[in-house]
């Protein structure tokens, strides 16, 4: 098979892997019709289903794009070694034979060299990683996308959010809000602090990007820092049950076959945060959510009616929420 036809991005960056699938995408539909593109849950479906998904036959689009974002079963240590085997031989079974206008892309945030399934792909795919922005790529891209939307910051501001180690997606995010703000005046580096460092949202927004990566580290040590500042359990519990009832609210679409536009509609989610969800609904069951709601539901109630450390509540939601399986 052609290794062109096989893709693995694997990189921290959720906006350049997308920005990278979307280049793929373009250039099906520049080779004719605009290809049929159907994004798979790898965790959900199993080794069987997905390699009859796999098994294309053009009755109704000449191309098609198969795209499956960071499934467990890329990980380090992915869950059960004979279901790991299971989706190793259907992509095995899947490279033997040619699929004209398929293109399959996986994404994974690291490449682990011992998963079976990455060792396959390393032979057979076209493996990418695609890296972070340099400092310097950086600034030069917020400076575009500040343009883009009539929003004049000093040099010093410009600096202070090129290093500020936020993500992208959120940087996109606050563009969105600054342009909102209708403001003509110069924005100082002062005043960008507070929108990257002391907003709620933004600092809440780091905790819950971490929780629905399942990165248990970095939820613990965000939370830390989040209790230090004096931002009461009470609001960050409200903010986690708000990203998780947006998160199972797309992947009900997502499991229901909707598009990227027809998720945005049906929930009422801005674009960013839809992609933000699909991008992660992969790494959450359907019974797993079920579950994230139950713990959310118990610490809600221990909160109102039990006398219990509220410091030491939170940091076992946050642990049960990362750990898998």
């Known amino acids: 098979m052609d290794d062109n036809n096989t893709y693995l991005l694997w990189g921290p960056e959720a906006y350049l892997i997308n920005q990278k699938i979307d280049g793929i995408v373009t250039g099906l539909a520049a080779a004719g019709e605009p290809p049929a593109v159907l994004n798979i ?83 057979q795919a076209r493996v990418i990683n695609i890296k972070p922005l340099s400092g310097a790529e950086l600034e030069k891209w917020c400076r575009r996308e500040l343009e883009k939307r009539q ?74 820092q989040l209790t230090e500042q004096g931002q009461p359990h009470l609001v960050i519990l409200a903010m986690i049950i708000q990203q998780f009832v947006a998160l199972s609210k797309v992947k009900f679409c997502i499991d229901a076959g909707y598009d990227k536009a027809s998720i945005a509609t049906a929930t009422g989610l801005k674009d960013f945060v839809v992609r933000k969800m699909r991008d992660t609904a992969a790494n959450f069951s359907s019974g797993e959510i079920r579950m994230v709601f139950e713990k959310l539901l118990e610490v809600d109630t221990a909160f109102k009616t039990e ?18 399986g």
């Open 41 to 123: 849950d790898g965790d959900e479906t199993p080794p069987q289903e997905l390699g009859q998904i796999l098994d294309f036959s053009p009755l109704f689009a000449m191309t098609r794009a198969v795209i499956i974002r960071n499934p467990n079963w890329l990980g380090k240590s992915p869950r059960g070694a004979k279901k790991t085997e299971g989706y190793r031989q259907v992509l095995d079974d899947y490279f033997q034979r040619d699929y004209p206008g398929q293109v399959l892309i996986l994404t994974a945030l690291e490449s682990h060299s011992t998963n079976p399934i990455t060792k396959l792909l390393q032979k």
């Open 151 to 224: 929003i004049r910051v000093a040099p010093a501001a410009l600096a202070r959010i090129a290093a500020s180690g936020q993500d992208m997606y959120y940087l996109e995010n606050m563009f969105e809000k600054l342009a909102l703000m209708q403001r003509e005046d110069v924005w100082g580096a002062a005043e960008i602090d507070e929108h990257l460092d002391s907003r709620l949202e933004i600092s809440i927004f780091k905790l819950t990007d971490a929780l629905l990566l399942r990165n248990t580290k970095a939820s613990l040590e965000t939370f830390r």
């Open 307 to 324: 006398n219990k450390d509220p410091r030491l509540v939170m940091e076992t939601l946050l642990v049960a929420i990362c750990s898998r």
